[in-house]
């Protein structure tokens, strides 16, 4: 390989972090005022991609009808419509009628190759999706509920 080659990929290599802070700046509110409104546990599962242990969370069994928001931005994810009783522990979505605002990334972290799944909004960490999920459309929204805020239909 050439000594360019080289040095370009190297170079590659070393301003990635531009692009991550490029995708940063989609995001209305700063850290601080991110951080300022959110619980801990909330602040870890959005926005260092950390995962509620199961059987814990606010809404992995909880069924009222309404609509399910990010706990960030406020932007419309889930409905109570699609959402099941999965058994996994944590809230299930089988479809959304809000697919505009929710991102699907490839996330190969912990050895696994998963689909992250994020607030197309703000960036922020929900969960993932697999494809294990009812029919007719075989899919798993697994959600953290730290994630989620769940304004309630008759509002
Ligand atoms: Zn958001």
Same mark, same amino acid.
């Given at each position: 390989m050439h000594f360019g080659t080289i040095t370009l990929l190297v170079f590659i290599m070393l301003t990635n972090p531009i692009r991550l802070s490029a995708q940063e700046n989609r995001q209305d509110m700063s850290k601080q005022e991110i951080k300022a409104k959110l619980t801990p546990l909330q602040y870890k599962v959005t926005q260092e991609k950390g995962t509620e242990h199961p059987f814990t969370g606010e809404y992995w069994d909880f069924f009222e009808k309404g609509t399910y928001t990010c706990i960030c931005c406020g932007a419309k994810l889930f409905d109570s419509d699609t959402k099941y009783h999965s058994g996994c522990g944590w809230p299930s979505f089988?479809?959304?009628?809000?697919?505009?605002? +929710? *991102?699907?990334?490839?996330?190969?972290?912990?050895?696994?190759?998963?689909? *992250?799944? +994020?607030?197309?909004?703000?960036?922020?960490?929900?969960?993932?999706?697999?494809?294990?999920?009812?029919?007719?459309?075989?899919i798993r929204y697994c959600i953290n509920s730290a994630s989620l805020k769940f304004i309630p239909k008759s509002k």
């Amino acid at each position: 390989m050439h000594f360019g080659t080289i040095t370009l990929l190297v170079f590659i290599m070393l301003t990635n972090p531009i692009r991550l802070s490029a995708q940063e700046n989609r995001q209305d509110m700063s850290k601080q005022e991110i951080k300022a409104k959110l619980t801990p546990l909330q602040y870890k599962v959005t926005q260092e991609k950390g995962t509620e242990h199961p059987f814990t969370g606010e809404y992995w069994d909880f069924f009222e009808k309404g609509t399910y928001t990010c706990i960030c931005c406020g932007a419309k994810l889930f409905d109570s419509d699609t959402k099941y009783h999965s058994g996994c522990g944590w809230p299930s979505f089988s479809d959304s009628p809000y697919k505009d605002n +929710i *991102e699907e990334v490839p996330d190969y972290s912990h050895g696994m190759v998963r689909v *992250e799944v +994020i607030c197309k909004q703000c960036n922020a960490h929900l969960g993932h999706v697999f494809n294990d999920g009812p029919k007719p459309t075989g899919i798993r929204y697994c959600i953290n509920s730290a994630s989620l805020k769940f304004i309630p239909k008759s509002k």
